[in-house]
């Protein structure tokens, strides 16, 4: 295991430089797109489809925006729905990339690892079987064409708790957010009289 003094860790401090953070990794479509657009333009006929078919018992709410009220079986089905709407849309395109989105609020903030994990990036290239004459078979999987490797790191404000928490990056809840590592620096002097120690 390297000692070097740069290498961020789960547990160590950083400074945010950049404040770039990591929404999702994916395609330009998401299953989230697409549920907010089924609820926007097809929501009441849904729903009065699901109450006709006796799947919801009622209508005196919306069992779709409401987050108290949100039902299993019909946020089930809107979900499966929205899948199918994104693979036939092939989600969006090709281009698997970071969606991000800026925090000036916290351009400077010391903050605490987390969180810690790869990403790839890169454009999707469907896989392709070959047949030559003789009979044989040759495929190529598919692959991400001009391929990127990121390095995210989850982070979040220091307090007590996130001194002495070992949470890994599967578990990340709440915080400020993921982070590409080029965004940070580590902090490798604690000052002395800090309150938060």
């Not at 907010?36 to 069992?63: A, M, N, P, Q, W």
């Not at 001194?163 to 599967?170: D, E, G, L, R, T």
Request: charged share 35%; aromatic share 10%.
């Amino acid at each position: 295991m390297s000692k070097k003094r740069d290498i961020i860790r789960i547990g160590d401090e950083v400074e945010i430089i950049n404040p770039i953070f990591v929404k999702r990794v994916g395609y330009p479509l998401s299953i989230e797109d697409i549920e907010k657009e089924l609820i926007k333009e097809h929501g009441d006929e849904i729903r009065d489809f699901l109450i006709k078919i006796g799947v919801c018992k009622t209508s005196s709410y919306d069992i779709f925006d409401n987050e108290n009220n949100r039902q299993y079986i019909p946020v089930k089905i809107l979900n499966e729905m929205a899948r199918i709407m994104l693979r036939s849309r092939g989600f969006g395109g090709d281009e698997r990339s970071l969606h991000t989105e800026e925090k000036p609020e916290v351009k400077g903030k010391r903050c605490r690892i987390l969180g810690r994990k790869v990403v790839k990036t890169g454009i999707h290239t469907a896989g392709h079987t070959y047949h030559s004459y003789d009979g044989d078979t040759d495929y190529d999987p598919p692959y991400l064409a001009d391929e990127k490797t990121h390095l995210l790191f989850f982070v979040d404000e220091i307090t007590r708790q996130s001194i002495f928490s070992k949470v890994y990056a599967w578990k990340v809840e709440s915080g400020i957010g993921w982070i590409e590592a080029i965004n940070l620096k580590k902090v490798t002097k604690i000052k002395e009289n800090d309150d938060e120690w």
